[in-house]
């Protein structure tokens, strides 16, 4: 049997790992615009603050914030 739980929790590592890469490779501006859309869509979809989102509304806040960005 594969061990499920510990390749999941590396997936995770390596999808936060990821993400932290294209928020340092942004600018200043458009970090702050980054946090602003973030804190828009987790209030507006999930009437929560950021630190009370669960792993999956991060992570479709992510995608969403991530679209803004895509050239």
Do not use: C
Not at 31 to 43: E, P
């Amino acid at each position: 049997m594969f061990p499920i739980v510990p390749l999941l929790g590396l997936l995770a590592v390596i999808g936060g790992g990821a993400t932290l890469l294209w928020y340092d490779n942004l600018s200043q501006l458009e970090k702050d615009r980054a946090n602003r859309l973030t804190t828009q869509y987790a209030n507006q979809l999930f009437g929560k603050t950021v630190q009370e989102l669960t792993n999956a509304e991060a992570s479709r806040i992510h995608a969403l914030v991530r679209r803004h960005f895509v050239n």
